[in-house]
């Protein structure tokens, strides 16, 4: 590579956004793409996580409303008061 001096934007962007002492999965030297990319993966998968946390959440609350309305129909008026 040429010296500092001598680099042209692109010589100094890929030094800035590239790291010889990392690979990505190609085994190439990683990059700042890479980690973007790696990150939106975690993110995207822990969404996904998260989601169906929230939706099991719904269905257990929506269960147990139905098990109090279901006990709630089937007692005398006067249990209710």
Same mark, same amino acid.
């Given at each position: 590579m040429a010296k500092a001096s001598e680099w042209t934007? %692109?010589?100094?962007?890929?030094f800035v956004f590239t790291s010889p002492a990392v690979s990505?999965?190609?085994?190439? %030297?990683?990059?700042?793409?890479d980690v973007i990319n790696e990150v939106s993966i975690g993110l995207f998968s822990g969404s996904k996580r998260l989601n169906e946390l929230v939706t099991a959440t719904n269905n257990v609350a929506a269960g147990l409303h139905a098990i109090a309305e279901a006990i709630k129909s089937t007692s005398k008026p006067s249990d209710n008061e």
């Open positions: 934007m %692109q010589d100094a962007m890929k990505d999965r190609n085994g190439e %030297q990683a990059n700042v793409v």
